[in-house]
């Protein structure tokens, strides 16, 4: 099965390809296809968000497409910045994002927070597969680490015991959130 990533975004795409490496025939982009489309993430959950972006793409291929929204839920914040994380300050400024749940968090003692993923393959026929995940920690006063991307140098994982950003990317995508969709996700296949 040939296989189209709905995101622009580079990181993402890094870390879906190193989980799905050798379960398609081949898996691109939307830069590889061709395809130039950032479709308006107007859904109220993950999975709507998902969903627009699969059909969206879908309508410009007829490969298979995988999209994914994926959200950092802080509990004393309400679940906020949930599905507007990537553009909780501004649009996809990842720091601006982080020095906003930094100083909406001052004075919690509740820290807890987890990242939560949908991910959707859609097939040519309309066919819907999803899978889902999610990974608990707590959001740092200050930022740890030099790797990942987003949100990953303030969210601490309880399970790694160190933040995403002092993870390596095995150790990350041995407990993320993403991991865990897609391989509940695959399976489903």
Known sequence: MELVIASNNKHKIEEIKALLEG??????????????????????????????KAQTVAKYTAKAVLADDTG??????????????ARYSSDHDNAANRRKVLHELEGF???????????VMLYTDGKIVTGEGRVDG?????????????????????????TFAEATTAEKLSVSHRS????????KL
Request: glycine share 10%; net charge negative; with cysteine.
């Open 23 to 52: 379960k398609f025939d081949t898996i691109t982009t939307l830069d590889e296809e061709g395809i130039d489309c950032d479709p308006d993430e107007t859904g109220e959950t993950f999975y709507e968000n998902a969903l627009i």
């Open 72 to 85: 950092l839920c802080v509990n004393a914040l309400g679940g906020r910045p949930g599905v507007h994380s």
């Open 109 to 119: 003692t509740d820290r807890s927070a987890y990242f939560q993923t949908v991910v």
């Open 138 to 162: 707590f959001i740092l006063e200050d930022e740890h680490g030099a790797n990942g991307f987003g949100y990953d140098c303030i969210f601490y994982s309880t399970e790694l015991n160190k």
């Open 180 to 187: 865990r969709a897609l391989r509940h996700l695959l399976s």
